[in-house]
């Protein structure tokens, strides 16, 4: 039971389920970050009786009916998700002003032989963690971790590694719990040891340079399913604050896919179930799923509430709604930092071979053809053979990998006088109009003068500058 296999992240957020389940507005989570001998969870909501927390602490006790908006699930979590990190826990619940302290010690119980529970009075649970803080409540439930055997393993600072360990928890529950926190009525309070939680939104909702589909629903066995896409801004689009983000930074790549909600919880990420491949061009795609508790079964939600498959009616279904969602997400990589044209005449050209692709110099391009006609025979052999060994030696793996860590590409914006130096060189060759008019409009599709943005001026300058003096 031990070894279901809980993170820490994923064991305080079942704790945390319960809390908010019994109507809790604040958690609290205290951890010794000196000794690392102790973690406690205090929330405000509404408490156990005797019988009830008694119940509760059974191995796959039952409370009683469960109601829709309940994010339990199988009566283990309490038990499961504490033991899986410690080998003593302290359960101290006030309803209707009379406190209930029950533990579970598996020391007690290797002991005894039996399982038994340990009842104590509140002159035995006054120095807990937490304690005047639940002392000083009407209702509410304490829970203490003692004797960290799993969570520490074999480690020789335990205070540096509980301090080391928090900052994950930080985040899984930032990320797990971020529609509570972001509620503008009966909003959930988070604090943990003192710093309170900030709610991260994966979608970035409130980026209006967030791209996103109209919400679809699903019909499986008579219930409906949510479905709704997100494409997320390119990093350029990103605020500094966001970009400090992992999920946004070098851990993009394997945040994409879809986000599956259950009662507005968080259950699983990170996975396109075999819909579509993780890579590159869709890491800007998410997709928010919203699970009612009823389908729990047909979803194989499992025990840590951490993951959960989709059932093949609903792959089938999405299947039909996923294309369009990717294709959106491929658009922000490839069609960036052009103008819209009908034909561009890029510098770089693609090519596709038999065993994958490849670039090369554009020598079409006007850009390229003015500089080449310039040149005597020789000359210009010379200039397209380096030309050709710039391409064919392009250090295409180290580009993929800055890329896939979300590196800022610094495009290099040339001068002023360079770019008139090189309109210079495009008038003289007269491959284009005489006339600066319409010599615009055929540089506007040709790399790099389609990003100019003053390009106007500047050909009436060269152009009208020559005429002038001819």
């Known amino acids: 039971m031990r070894s279901v296999g809980y993170s820490l992240g994923a064991a305080v957020a079942d704790l945390i389920d319960n809390s908010i389940t019994a109507g809790a507005h604040f958690v609290i989570l205290d951890a010794d970050v000196i000794e690392g001998k102790y973690l406690a969870i205090l929330d405000d909501g509404r408490g156990m009786t005797f019988e009830v927390a008694r119940e509760a602490l059974r191995l796959a006790g039952s409370v009683g009916d469960r109601e829709d908006s309940d994010l339990g699930r199988f009566g283990l979590g309490l038990k499961t998700a504490s033991l899986s990190q410690a080998r003593c826990l302290t359960v101290v619940s006030k309803r209707a002003g009379v406190v209930t302290a029950l533990r579970w010690d598996i020391n007690f119980v290797r002991a005894s032989g039996k399982w038994l529970l340990i009842v104590l009075d509140e002159t035995e649970v006054s120095n807990l963690p937490l304690w005047s803080e639940f002392d000083a409540q009407s209702a509410g439930t304490l829970v203490v971790w003692h004797d960290l055997d799993l969570l520490l393993g074999d480690t020789t600072q335990p205070g540096a ?28 309070s988070i604090t943990i040891n003192g710093v309170s939680l900030r709610p991260i939104d994966p ?12 919400p679809e629903a699903i019909d499986i066995g008579g219930v409906e399913v949510r479905v709704e896409g997100f494409t ?3 990093p350029s689009g990103l605020t500094p604050e966001e970009l400090r983000r992992p999920d946004l930074g070098n851990d993009m790549r394997e945040a994409q896919g879809f986000y599956v909600y259950r009662n507005q ?27 009612p508790p009823s389908l729990d079964a047909l979803w194989q939600l499992d025990i840590k509430k951490s993951q959960a498959l989709p059932p093949q009616s609903f792959k089938l279904r999405l299947r039909q709604l996923i294309d369009p969602i990717l294709d959106r997400g491929h658009r922000v990589h490839t069609f960036r930092g052009r103008r819209e044209s009908t034909e561009v005449a890029h510098v770089w050209r693609k090519l596709s071979t038999r065993d994958g692709f490849a670039y090369e110099v554009n020598l079409e391009s006007p850009f390229v053809g003015s500089v080449l006609s310039r040149l005597e025979a020789e000359d210009a052999e010379r200039v397209v053979d380096l030309l050709q060994t ?45 006339d600066p008019a319409v010599a615009v409009t055929q540089l506007i599709a040709v790399e790099p003068f389609n990003t100019v943005d003053d390009l106007r001026t500047l050909v009436d300058l060269i152009w009208k500058g020559t005429n002038a003096a001819q």
């Open 265 to 291: 919880r968080l259950i699983s990420h990170g996975h396109w179930y075999g819909l579509a491949r993780m890579n590159e061009l869709s890491k800007q795609t998410r997709v928010q799923v919203d699970v």
């Open 161 to 188: 590694f509980v301090a080391e360990q928090l900052s994950g928890v930080r985040s899984t529950l930032a990320l797990v719990f971020h529609r509570f926190l972001a509620r503008r009525r009966e909003r959930l």
């Open 232 to 234: 997320l801004p390119h």
């Open 203 to 214: 979608f970035l909702s409130d980026n209006p340079k967030t791209q996103r589909t109209g």
């Open 390 to 434: 710039i391409a064919s030696t392009f250090p295409f793996m180290d580009a993929y990998v800055e890329v896939a860590t979300n590196a800022p590409v610094n495009t290099i914006q040339p001068e002023r006088e360079v770019i008139l130096a090189r309109l210079t060189v495009i008038h003289q060759s007269e491959i284009l109009s005489n």
